[in-house]
């Protein structure tokens, strides 16, 4: 069983950059991929990306390039995702999945002015 | 192809039968999974790799994959499986991952 933890909601401005944390617990076997899934309110989902904490490789998807940004600490067992220039049509809820299986709880950011 | 599309809405009589459809391209290549979300919730996966179900997942619900198009049925249906029910595969490249718009179940 794999439990997901995520990091508490966010209030940002236009032009902030956001960093949602997540950290997994459990049968986690040494290589996996985490993604980032986001939902904007009232909204379907939408895939942001994937990061492969043991091997450090990561897959942006095109509508996130230049502004997204995967990281892990291999020391706290946590893994970050990182959106710079945000916009008001970043608002949503940010979650963290554990392979494409187990999701996390979710994160919401709100940009606003 | 990196589309999946999934009809908006479906209604269902209590312990009646409901199949969801999830069309494209990129699932001639690759499995479809589902996942149910309810109002204010995460979406919980309920079905992977055409027809296996995560544990707790009951058997009323079951996958196919037929050419292009993945399917999710729901049998005997109950009150609490209404919500929003959402495709996801693999797109044509591999690379990347994709939803279907989702299909609101109304029991």
């Given at each position: ?21 997540c ?28 990061i492969?904490?043991s ?27 990182e959106?710079i220039?945000l916009?008001?049509?970043d608002?949503g809820v940010y979650?963290?999945?554990?392979g ?7 994160t919401t950011?709100?940009v606003?002015? | ?16 039968t ?32 055409k ?10 619900f079951s996958?196919s994959t ?42």
């Amino acid at each position: 069983q794999v439990r997901l933890v995520q990091s508490g909601a966010e209030v940002k401005k236009p032009g902030a950059s956001v960093r949602v944390s997540c950290k997994a617990s459990g049968d986690i076997f040494s290589s996996y991929y985490m993604n980032w899934v986001r939902q904007a309110p009232g909204q379907g989902l939408e895939w942001m990306g994937t990061i492969n904490p043991s091997r450090y490789t990561t897959t942006y998807a095109q509508t996130f390039q230049g502004r997204l940004t995967m990281t892990r600490d291999t020391s706290t067992g946590t893994v970050d995702m990182e959106l710079i220039s945000l916009k008001s049509e970043d608002t949503g809820v940010y979650y963290c999945v554990f392979g494409m299986d187990v999701w996390g709880p979710g994160t919401t950011v709100t940009v606003s002015s | 192809s990196s589309e999946l599309t999934q009809d908006p809405a479906v209604s269902v009589a209590l312990g009646q039968t409901v199949r969801i459809t999830c069309q494209g391209d990129s699932l001639r290549d690759f499995y479809a999974s589902w996942y149910q979300q309810k109002p204010g919730q995460a979406p919980v996966l309920v079905m992977y790799n055409k027809n296996s179900r995560p544990s707790g997942i009951p058997d009323r619900f079951s996958g196919s994959t037929s050419g292009d198009t993945a399917s999710l049925t729901i049998t005997a249906a109950q009150a609490g499986d209404e919500g929003d029910y959402y495709c996801g595969s693999r797109d044509s490249s591999g690379k990347n991952y994709v939803f279907g718009a989702g299909t609101k179940v109304t029991v």
